[in-house]
DNA sequence: AGTAAAATGGACCCGCAAGTCCAAAAAGGG
DNA sequence: CCCTTTTTGGACTTGCGGGTCCATTTTACT
């Protein structure tokens, strides 16, 4: 299991798993084969293969394990700091600002769904990716309960929840429509039903 | 354009779409060959590309519209009359039911990210039924300030897209996850704010 | 330096599934 | 009843892309 890579070893490795994410970036899962990433990454089908003895499921868990990576550290630092209603902007704006920039691609959600949401390993990507972030949004919402902001009566990780779902919805139909009208919505109705709560 | 088709052959066309329809339901698009889709459906391969001359791309889009049709139509009577609270939260239930039953498997949703987003067909299907559906949940909203049980001063049209990005979420998470929580979530807080907002 | 392990190149295999083709059987229509 | 159009059957082709293999080079370690 455990085996050896060497420098060289882990940057190939790292530049295969770049390439592919960009590539799928650009043309979808679909249209991407492990010939595209082999000539993109200046590499040979043995080494992916070395890397990667799981062949393409495993090279694109990979690649969405990376994605879901930056999902939550391209928020950072403000879904970590929602101490106060223009921190709470802040985020919002993050949020709007990374998904306008990514444009009608989600890496993320097409992998998982091409992957086939059954399979263990995609689906532990995607779980443990909305728990923290569900979680950290609960840490918001209560840190503004403690600071009297909210009521102190409303169940923080429901709403949590909520507004997580809302994003997710906004980011759905943004894939379509290629409008964030609707994250937008959902993220701006949601504070301001969270800011409507308080005692 | 105007191809002729005899009763015969209407019917014919009709059921490969189901039957398609209905396999990829039971194993998922990219399982679902057109070669399953023939024995299935008792069809030869010409006839597929007989009534699908656009071969597999056309058929998963006929099925798309198939399965959009159905979504709303798998909401009636219940989002036609959000005229009470009652009836608001006999939706909320509906919704809930028809996607616990569906399980872990969004035929639309898993349809559109294999045809790519891009297709102009498949973004069509998709905007028509969220056009639809939000407009349905507007009408409900409006009806509401109107009876006086929501604040006249909200923004009805947006309200409406928020909680449709929170059901679209919801469901999406339930494709991870597994369970209909963020969905539920999504629904009773979103219907919970807006009976906050009356005058 | 020498050896074992890891990294690399790239030719090759092979199965699958989309799509083609032609010929035969039903439908329709006057 | 005949001629045209539609419908059907199913064999065949084809290309693509994932996966295998082995020989060669490079790296790491003592």
């Known amino acids: ?17 770049e390439g592919a994410a960009a590539e799928i970036r650009e043309r979808g899962v679909i249209a991407t084969t ?12 043995s080494q992916l293969f070395h890397y990667f003895p799981g062949g393409k499921e495993e090279l694109l868990l990979a690649v969405a ?18 101490t106060s209603w223009p921190a709470w902007l802040a985020w919002r704006d993050s949020v709007v600002a990374r998904y306008l920039g990514q444009g009608r691609r989600c890496p993320l959600n097409v992998l998982v769904s ?37 009521d ?16 997710q919805g906004g980011v759905l139909l943004m894939l379509s429509t290629g409008s964030v009208s609707h994250l937008e919505a959902a993220l701006d109705v949601g504070i301001d039903n969270l800011r409507a709560r308080f005692p």
């Open 1 to 17: 299991m455990t085996r050896t890579l060497t420098r060289k070893g882990t940057a190939t490795r790292q530049r295969i798993v």
């Open 34 to 45: 492990l010939d595209d990433v082999r000539a993109r990454t200046g590499t040979s089908k």
């Open 65 to 82: 394990r990376h994605e879901a990576d930056r999902v939550l550290s391209d928020q950072q630092p403000y879904l970590g700091e929602l």
């Open 114 to 150: 091409q992957l086939g949401r059954n399979t263990p390993g995609a689906q532990a990507v995607v779980s443990e990716l909305m728990n923290q972030w569900q979680a950290e949004i609960t840490a918001g919402v209560r840190h503004m309960q403690h600071a009297g902001a909210i």
């Open 152 to 167: 102190p009566q409303l169940d923080a990780d429901r709403a949590a929840a909520a507004l997580l779902a809302g994003i």
